[in-house]
């Protein structure tokens, strides 16, 4: 086996008086692909920063492959000091790089290069700093929550990209479905330490429960032996006449052992407050419309949703998600149409921009509303520590400001104040940012146990499948569609997923009258195509390529005469090797096909 490319060891790391790594261990090898796993605070992205160079280890080892480039993708990207975008993004690549590689990406993922990064959006930053991390195309790619601020589209054109890469790829996530599809290893970052395993994301939680089993088994073990020897302290015959001062040391090392142990950590305990049964009918829109500045954003839309519904929303940032939604709960007038709400609603609302919170406000504070030390809930009060211990905050938080909480700790503050109001309908906008997996799994259940109407705005596609009864897509032009059942229900009666807003590019040429010859390229020929789309156009040929080259080894190789005689398991392999690689190929020729006759139509 080839040596790692990268290779960090006995990493070790504190803040503060926490130690938070305690001997993690990363090795990144040619081409692999590894999702980084763990929950909230348990220092995924201080490893992924150690690996990248950007922070200094306590202790531990940093070796990188002389000649290798590796390129990381921070969380929160910081575009200061740059002019446009294309600078920034152009700030990655090195001498020998494909300088036109970082306008393509910018252009592929909706920017111009052009743009000031002080007045940028969160999901163009992040957009931004995808092209300044892929451009260089390098060895090795470092990826913190790079679907955090992007919408369908670009995230599943992130993930095809990335595909077709041949960088070895770090990745840190809290979107199930792109590490499903992405990850071919696992490494688990657990109380300090690192556990690997050479299977991708969709094997870990079982390989997750496997190791907390062994561990109450081994603390089973280890509590009877304690017992044991403790009896022969007090009862054993030999004990009586003269105390066996290595069997003392052992049983104080047992003692110890056990002292140390550190279990996994709790589980957030939720529970949401119903209220009365609404009336049947939550919401029915007959023929609403609205637009803004001659923009249509809604456009004779039509649904009746009733009690015990779970409607999802999905579509390109700026589609209208948003309004559409304020729309069917009354929160918002529709332009012509009717509204008609149900009766007896109570709803609360997830706000997925942390606007209601105040960053100055205590922990404990903002968990009550200021109202005391007790958390009400329903018709039921709960001291404040116990209810933050349900959210896995400490006793020593209570106090902490707001403004220092992490991205995961300020989203299950805003779930712990919602969930503690009576409702019957939850309007949820991207519940899903910031949460480590363990925590969206319980807020799936909850969800899924609440007896209310949901309405929920995500780009989660594991999330919408595991919880919608059906899914609101924007078609195009203003006009919305409803399809019954998830996210891949859609999908699979749609032909397609989600697709970009093509109002930017429309917009474009009115803004640049001077430079009509750019008028004669095939964009607008090409804007049928959704960002998967254009992707696959581009890459097929070298997929093509690719297994043409596959074909003439795996010919070679049979055209030896004695292969049949010698080895006739290799010659069979071989052969329906070569019959398969030639399915695809021609698979693959129908695909280029279909979407150039799409993209020329």
């Given at each position: 086996m080839a040596p790692p490319l990268l290779h960090i060891r006995d990493i070790r790391a504190r803040f503060g008086s926490t130690e938070i790594l305690k001997g993690a261990e990363l090795a990144v090898s040619q081409g692999e692909r590894i999702c980084l796993v763990g929950r909230n605070g348990s220092g995924k992205s201080t490893l992924l920063k150690i690996a990248a160079g950007m922070m200094e280890a306590d202790h531990g080892e940093r070796f990188v492959q002389p000649g290798c480039t590796i390129r990381y993708l921070p969380q929160e990207p910081d575009l200061s000091g740059y002019k446009t975008t294309l600078e920034y993004a152009e700030g990655g690549l090195a001498p020998g790089d494909d300088q036109y590689r970082a306008q393509y990406l910018l252009e592929v993922l909706g920017l111009t290069g052009q743009e000031d990064p002080a007045t940028l959006s969160g999901g163009e930053a992040k957009r931004a700093a995808i092209a300044r991390a892929l451009a260089p195309e390098p060895d090795i790619l470092l990826l913190d929550e790079p679907t955090n601020h992007l919408d369908l589209p670009v995230i599943e054109w992130l993930e095809a990209e990335l595909k077709q890469m041949k960088s070895a790829i770090v990745l840190i996530s809290h979107d199930r479905r792109f590490l499903e599809n992405l990850s071919r290893s696992t490494v688990w970052i657990d109380r300090g330490t690192s556990?690997?395993?050479?299977?991708?994301?969709?094997?870990?939680?079982?390989w997750r429960d496997k190791v907390f089993e062994e561990e109450e088994k081994d603390m089973a073990r280890l509590d009877l032996k304690i017992k044991q020897e403790e009896h022969w302290m007090t009862y054993g015959v030999t004990a009586r006449r003269k105390r066996?001062?290595?069997?003392?040391?052992?049983?104080?090392?047992?003692?110890?052992k056990k002292r140390d142990h550190r279990g996994p950590q709790g589980t957030a305990k939720m529970a949401v407050a119903e209220a009365e049964v609404s009336g049947k009918r939550v919401s029915e829109a007959t023929n609403i419309s609205k637009g803004y500045d001659g923009r249509p954003i809604v456009?004779?839309?039509?649904?009746?949703?009733?009690?015990?519904?779970?409607?999802g929303f999905v579509g390109p940032n700026g589609a209208g998600k948003t309004t559409l939604l304020k729309m069917l709960i009354g929160e918002l007038e529709p332009d012509s149409g009717t509204i008609q709400l149900g009766t007896n609603l109570q709803m609360i609302t997830l706000d997925q921009k942390r606007e209601k919170l105040d960053p100055n406000d205590t922990l404990a504070s903002a968990m009550t509303g200021g109202r005391g030390d007790m958390v009400i809930i329903g018709d039921q009060a709960k001291h404040v520590m116990s209810y933050m211990k349900d959210f896995l905050f400490t006793p020593e938080q209570a106090r902490t400001p707001v403004r220092v909480l992490s991205g995961g700790e300020r989203g299950r503050l805003l779930l712990a104040r919602a969930l503690a109001s009576e409702s019957n309908v939850m309007v949820l906008d991207e519940p899903t940012n910031d949460l480590d997996l363990e925590t969206l799994d319980l807020l799936q259940e909850l969800i899924s146990d609440y007896n209310g109407t949901v309405f929920l705005v995500s780009h989660d596609r594991d999330f919408l499948d595991r919880i919608c009864s059906s899914v609101i897509t924007m078609e195009g032009d203003g006009k919305w569609q409803e399809y019954a059942g998830g996210y891949s229900d859609m999908v699979a009666q749609r032909g397609s997923g989600v697709e970009a807003r093509k109002t930017q590019k429309a917009e474009k040429p009115k803004k640049d009258k001077a430079e009509k010859p750019k008028e004669d390229k095939p964009a607008a020929k090409k804007s049928a195509l959704s960002f998967t789309q254009q992707h696959r156009l581009k890459a097929l040929p070298a997929e093509m390529d690719a297994l043409q080259d596959k074909i003439a080894k795996l010919q070679k190789v049979l055209e030896d005469p004695n292969l049949f005689t010698g080895n006739p398991d290799k010659f069979h392999k071989a052969t329906e090797a070569v019959g398969k690689a030639h399915e695809q190929l021609e698979a693959l020729e129908e695909e280029w096909l279909e979407l150039e006759m799409l993209a020329e139509g």
């Open positions: 556990r690997r395993m050479e299977e991708g994301f969709s094997k870990f939680e079982e066996n001062m290595r069997r003392v040391r052992e049983l104080a090392d047992l003692r110890q456009k004779d839309f039509s649904t009746r949703i009733n009690r015990g519904d779970r409607v």
